[in-house]
């Protein structure tokens, strides 16, 4: 079975605060739409999927226009999910391609997962989707301890000064 190839995918993705995302822009460019129509779609997928799932993956952002005497224009950066999810509503060649590989990559990682054997590779990626995890997981312990130890003296005396002050 042959799996997209993820260099044709290169076109939608870029990389923002460590996150893969694409935009609304992009999208419309690479599918030959105009971006109103994107956001039109964008739009009506917010009217109806759930509210979560729309915070996580539709972050609407605006950009300068300068065409437009300065006006704010509007765009939407859309994670891995959140393209999909409005992708797969398209009806053109280049989204039925999406669609397709995305089913045989589906398809290829739950037979491999059938079989329980994965590949080194795959081991790796995991290894490493878990240790990036655990690692940004003590980053943030460790910021919020330095800012603990910062607080700590000031927050021992207020709490002192009230304890001197309830006690009789």
Request: aromatic share 10%; proline share 2%.
């Amino acid at each position: 079975m042959q799996l997209a190839n993820p260099e044709n995918f290169k076109q939608f993705v870029q990389i923002k605060d460590h996150q893969t995302v694409t935009t609304s822009e992009i999208v419309a460019k690479v599918f030959g739409k105009r971006h109103a129509n994107v956001l039109r779609d964008i739009k009506s997928l917010l009217d109806n999927c759930d509210e979560e799932f729309a915070k996580l993956n539709f972050e609407v952002c605006f950009k300068i226009n300068e065409l437009q005497n300065g006006k704010p224009t509007p765009y939407y950066n859309l994670t891995k999910n959140g393209f999909l999810l409005l992708v797969m509503g398209y009806k053109s060649k280049k989204a039925m391609g999406i669609k397709i590989s995305y089913i045989k990559a589906f398809d290829y990682m739950a037979d491999q997962m059938a079989k329980g054997n994965a590949s080194l590779l795959e081991q790796y990626y995991q290894a490493l989707g878990e240790h990036n995890a655990e690692k940004q997981f003590a980053s943030l312990c460790g910021k919020a301890l330095n800012e603990w130890k910062g607080k700590k003296p000031l927050l021992e005396a207020t709490l002192k000064i009230f304890e001197d002050k309830m006690q009789i």
